[in-house]
Nanobody, 127 residues
Framework: EVQLVESGGGLAQAGGSLRLSCSTS????????ISWFRQAPGKAREGVSC?????????????TYADSVKGRFTISRDNAKNTVHLQMNSLKPEDTAVYYC???????????????WGQGTQVTFSS
């Protein structure tokens, strides 16, 4: 059984940082594109970042970021731990959302293209 479990969410402050993790089981994480999506209250789910599958070397993966997070968020993968991380720096109130990780064949912002999803982790901006 394939499982994706997000962790690392919590309260964030202006300019602060959080590191989200997507722990996977039942699949080889390097064989899939892994994306982070987020959904704020009353808004549609949106793509945040993606790391493509690789051919055995993480240096051959490509990363993609939404314009709203470029320069602030960094996605990375630990093949040995079957985990993908999202380092979020310089957090802003508009980053408040439930963050989901998803596994699929290619990096795309089309949520329907992904095979597997986690349950999400909440990031809440604290003033």
């Amino acid at each position: 059984e394939v499982q994706l479990v997000e962790s690392g969410g919590g309260l964030a402050q202006a300019g602060g940082s959080l590191r989200l993790s997507c722990s996977t089981s039942g699949l080889a994480v390097e064989a899939f594109a892994i994306s982070w999506f987020r959904q704020a209250p009353g808004k549609a789910r949106e793509g945040v970042s993606c790391i493509s599958s690789d051919d055995g070397s993480s240096s051959h993966s490509t990363t993609t970021y939404a314009d709203s997070v470029k320069g602030r968020f960094t996605i990375s993968r630990d093949n040995a731990k079957n985990t993908v991380h999202l380092q979020m720096n310089s957090l802003k109130p508009e980053d408040t959302a439930v963050y989901y990780c998803a596994a699929g064949p290619l990096c795309t912002w089309l949520a329907g293209s992904y095979y597997y999803w986690g349950q999400g982790t909440q990031v809440t901006f604290s003033s």
